[in-house]
């Protein structure tokens, strides 16, 4: 049966922690997985890699996905773990493709980094029995050459993108803001044959609601209040003339129009809206614009100096290789402190699926978000 580990992430260059549970590594630390120009990329490392990204997959997707959720097909012929393992894959390539260029950029590890490195790998391998660690390649080896590579991609992508332009004007950014109200409806077929506690409007009956409301608010009364007396609720949506949520025509019409100004109503295959500007420049939703187009610039930036890499580098996968580390026969899910303590939890529980208690009797300590990766010094234990 499918047995799961359960991970307390530790911050460090990358995440790394804590980790439950026990099964069999199919995978051996020399078996070469890929190879990057004259780089090979072991067995042990890959195994540690996929395992840690696994873990974020289960945790934050298994409670919608299911318990089957790597069997399940993503589309015709592709299984959600075969589309999760090629991008890991090509995460993978990429770490070790940006390591390989840190010489370009004179970038390398600082004796305190390393240090930082070696306590957190250390950490981790005093977290872990030696049975979790065989499963998921956690010795203490192959923990501190992720992390250096982790560290190594960070330092160097600083460099790549130093050129990269941050200066954004209002104008290219500016947001304008509105409230709108969606009078939805169903198929008359569908409303007749589905549940009879099935409150959904007919076309006919949205669009009437619709323009009631419309009459309401341009007699007077107060946007938010004649959603209110339709038992609706009306929304707040920052935007320009490139939005596209929640419709088209809606945000086209809105862009038209000065603060205060109202649309008419709007048709759409799904319902009927109605919206009113409350702003032409809205100064928080414009700085935030203007994060946005920068990330997009860094973004562009670093694809176009990745792509130009690997035009240049040969990159092989050892396919059967890389198939032995098996996502639905071990699964691994991040343990959060609450999980730790209720074996019971769907996200970290450390019981396996044929009742038989896998826990660690390690204490987890303190959880961290295993989002952060700026900080190398801290660890949870």
């Not at 307390?8 to 980790?19: C, E, K, N, R």
């Not at 592709?78 to 390989?100: F, G, H, P, R």
């Not at 950490?123 to 250096?148: C, P, W, Y």
């Not at 939703?285 to 860094?298: F, M, N, V, Y």
Request: proline share 0%; glycine share 4%.
């Amino acid at each position: 049966m499918k047995k799961r580990l359960a991970v307390v992430l530790l911050t460090a260059a990358v995440a790394a922690g804590a980790m439950t549970g026990c099964g069999q590594q199919t995978i051996e630390d020399s078996d070469v997985v890929a190879t990057v120009g004259d780089t090979e990329i072991k067995g042990n490392v890959a195994n540690f890699f996929a395992r840690y990204q696994q873990a974020m997959y289960e945790t934050y997707y298994s409670s919608m996905l299911g318990e089957n959720m790597w069997t399940t097909e993503v589309e015709e012929g592709t299984t959600y773990e075969e589309s999760a393992k090629e991008t890991i894959m090509q995460s993978l390539e990429e770490l070790y493709l940006v390591n390989e260029h840190a010489g370009d950029y004179s970038v390398s590890l600082t004796d305190e980094e390393k240090k930082s490195i070696e306590d957190a790998a250390d950490q981790f391998v005093e977290a872990n029995d030696a049975e979790v660690r065989d499963v998921i390649s956690g010795d203490k080896e192959t923990v501190q050459k992720v992390l250096e590579l982790f560290t190594i991609q960070q330092k160097v992508q600083t460099e790549m993108l130093k050129d990269v332009d941050r200066n954004v004007s209002d104008e290219e950014a500016a947001q304008k803001a509105l409230q709108y109200v969606a009078f939805t409806y169903s198929d008359t077929e569908e409303s007749e044959e589905s549940d009879s506690e099935n409150t959904s409007d007919t076309k006919e009956e949205a669009k009437a609601k619709a323009e009631t409301f419309l009459n309401a608010v341009n007699s007077g009364t107060d946007f938010s209040q004649a959603a209110e007396d339709q038992e609706k609720s009306a929304v707040d949506l920052t935007f320009d003339s490139s939005t596209t949520s929640p419709n088209e025509e809606l945000i086209q019409a809105a862009d038209k129009l000065e603060a205060g100004q109202v649309t008419d109503v709007i048709e759409t295959d799904t319902g009927y809206y109605v919206a009113k500007v409350t702003s032409t420049f809205d100064q928080s939703a414009t700085d935030s614009k203007k994060q946005e187009i920068i990330s997009e610039r860094e973004s562009e930036r670093y694809n176009e100096i990745l792509d130009g890499w690997k035009e240049d580098t040969d990159i092989k996968e050892n396919k059967d290789v890389w198939e032995k580390i098996d996502f639905n026969g071990q699964g691994v899910a991040l343990k959060t402190e609450d999980s730790s303590e209720d074996s019971g939890s769907t996200e970290g529980s450390s019981e396996n699926t044929d009742g038989e208690d896998t826990s660690d009797s390690t204490d987890s300590g303190e959880s961290t978000d295993s989002e952060n990766t700026d900080n190398t010094e801290e660890a949870a234990e």
